[in-house]
Nanobody, 119 residues
Framework: QVQLVESGGGLVQPGGSLRLSCAAS????????MTWYRQVPGKERELVAT????????NYADSVKGRFTISRDNTKNTLYLQMNSLKPEDTAVYYC????????????WGQGTQVTVSS
């Protein structure tokens, strides 16, 4: 079955960097649009960045543009999120999402990884 496993979260000081990874299995990774979301307790899940199947197109939330970079390695079935110049407001649980509309379609989530930005 489709499985997405995030890693790389942790505690970092303001201005620091982290790289999140999302290891995918159970489906043809290169056929799925991949997205990073984040969620703070009590708030709705927020789209952070999305990348098309080939990696040729990306989109970012205004709040992370210029600081975060989404990428994928279709040979390693892995999605990445490079986060630089981190701010306390970036603190959240970060989730990986994979979606394919063509048959067999799916829309799956990882379990999330905590990112805490604090001094």
């Amino acid at each position: 079955q489709v499985q997405l496993v995030e890693s790389g979260g942790g505690l970092v000081q303001p201005g620091g960097s982290l790289r999140l990874s999302c290891a995918a299995s159970g489906f043809t990774f290169s056929s799925a649009t991949m997205t990073w979301y984040r969620q703070v307790p009590g708030k709705e899940r927020e789209l952070v960045a999305t990348i098309t199947t080939s990696g040729g197109s990306t989109n970012y939330a205004d709040s992370v543009k210029g600081r975060f970079t989404i990428s994928r390695d279709n040979t390693k079935n892995t999605l990445y999120l490079q986060m630089n110049s981190l701010k306390p407001e970036d603190t959240a649980v970060y989730y990986c999402n994979g979606r394919r509309r063509a048959y067999p379609s799916f829309d799956s989530w990882g379990q999330g990884t905590q990112v805490t930005v604090s001094s």
